[in-house]
C-alpha cells in the first residue's frame, strides 16, 4: 500500500472540517518545528463530549489529511476516548504504511487534540515523546 | 586536468549502492575509503590516550593527533599551531566562542549576525545574550540573499557592535558573502568577524590569514571526513585571552585543593578525552582532498549545479530560492514546488532512491524573510554526476503529477 494513497491525496485535497467554530470552548494550536507542519484544532466539549470540531491548518499531505481523517471520528466522543487513543490507531485510520520518517506528521493530528483536551482542563500540553514516542522526535 | 569522477567515486564505498542518488552532501559528506581506513588504522594499530602517560602508544597517539592539528593548519593557512582547536563540530566551536570570549560582553554590547545564518550561527548568540545582557542584531539581505552592506553599516556606525557572526556559504541559497568587505568593514569599526565555515570548508579554499577573519568554524563530517570532530580556529591573541570553556582533564596547568589554573592554548579548550580517531579521520580528509585542486572541485560543482538550475527552471511550478546567477551558486540549490509540501516530495523522491533535504534547514530566519515556511535542498559533492541531476527532473515531475 502507498503512503499516498488515493484517500490519503483526497482527504489533502478535499480536507473535511477545515473552518472555524462560533464558540469553541478550547481552541490549540501544535507545530511541527522540523518542517513547519501545523494544525489549529477548535473543540466544542458539552458534558465532557465532543460536540462539535473544526480544524485550520498547513503542512504535508500526510498531516493534513491526518487531521481531516480523525475529524471525521471525534464528534461524540469522551475525553477518555480520546485520550485513550493511541499511535497504532491513528495508523489504522490512515490505511497506509508510515515509516519513522513521517510519524510526527501523521501523529500531528493526535498529538494537537490531545493536547487541545489537555487545555481545556487546564493541564500542561504533554510532550511529542508522550505522543509518538523518541523514534520520530527531533 | 578535470575530475574523474567514475574512479572518485570508487573511493566511497557507501556509493556501491546502486539504488541510491545521494545529494544532500549540505547535510553530511559521505566518507571515501581512505578516511575510514586511517580510523580503523589507527585503532588497530597506534591506538591509547594522547597527551597523557610516558608510554610509546601514548605517544604515538599524541603525535598522531598533533599531526592531525598539523593538517588542519594547513587547510586553513592558519599562522600558528596553537590557533587550532578540536571541538566536537562546528556547533560546539561556536558555542566555545559564544560561551568563553562572549561571556565577557556587557550589556550595551552588540553581536551582528546575517538572516542567512544557520540557527547554530543564531541560538548560541540568543544565549550569550541572556547570559551577558548584549543584543543580538540582524544584518538583513535581498531577496536573492545577497548581505545589504547597508544594513551592516548601520549597525557597525552605532559602535557597539563586538562581533560579526555570519556565514562563509549559505546552506540554503548557496551564496557567498563577501567576507573581505565584511571583515573589513568590521574592524574598521573595532568588531571582530566570526565565519561559520561549515558548508564553505567543503566547496572552495579557505585562508584565514587572507581573510583576516578573527573564528572560523567548521566540521569534518562534512568535508568528507568523519562526525564527532569540528575545528574552532581563532587568532592567537585572542584565544589566549579567552576563560576555559568545558572544564575537566588535560584543559587544567595544575589543580589545587583551593582551585584550578587552565592549560596554555589549544589545550585550555579540549577538556576530557578528545575524539582522537576522529581527528585522524579529518586529517585523512584533509590529505584525501589535496589530491584535487580546488579549481577542478569548484568547476565540477558549478556545472552540476547550471545542469540542476537548467533541470529545476524547466519544471512547471518549481520556484527556485537564492541568486539568479548560477555563477554565484556554490555546493546547493533550494527550491519549493507548487503543490507538494517538501516533505512530500522528498519522500516520493526517496521512494526512487533520491536523496534530498527537506524544511526549514536549520534556518527558520531565512525561510520566514523568503516567505516560506519549508523549502527542498539539491546538494552537490565531489562524486556527483551529471547523469545523477538529470534523474531528479522526471521523479519531480511524477510526483507533481501525483499530486495535481
Redesign the interface.
Known sequence: MDLYAENILDHYRNPRGKGALQQPTVAHEEVNVACGDALTVELKLEKNQVADLAWTGTGCAISQAGMSILNEELRGKSSDEIEALKREDIIVLLGVPISPRRLKCAMLCLHTVKNALRKARGEEPQSWLMTVGLEATD | MALTIPAIRRQFPLLAREDLTYLDTAATAQKPQAVLDAMREFYERSYANPHRGMHILAEEATVAFEDARKSVQRFLNAEHLEEIVFTKNCTEAINLVARSWGSQLKKKDAIAVSLLEHHSNIVPWFQCREQTGAQVAWIEIDDEGHILLDSLDRLLAKGDVKLVAITALSNVLGVRPPLEEIICRAHAAGALVLLDAAQAAGHGPIDVQKLDCDFLAFSGHKIYGPTGIGVLYAKREILEAMPPFLGGGKMIREVREDGFSPADIPLRFEAGTQPVAEAIGLRAAIEWGEQFTWKDRIAHERELLKRATSVLSGIDGVSLLGPRSVDERSSCISFTVEGI????LT??LGRKGICMR???HCTQPL?RRLGI??STRLSVGIYNTLEEIDRVGPAITDARA??A
Do not use: K, S, T, W
Open positions: 509540501h517538501p516533505h512530500d519522500d516520493i527537506a524544511g526549514h525561510h515556511i519549508a501525483r499530486f
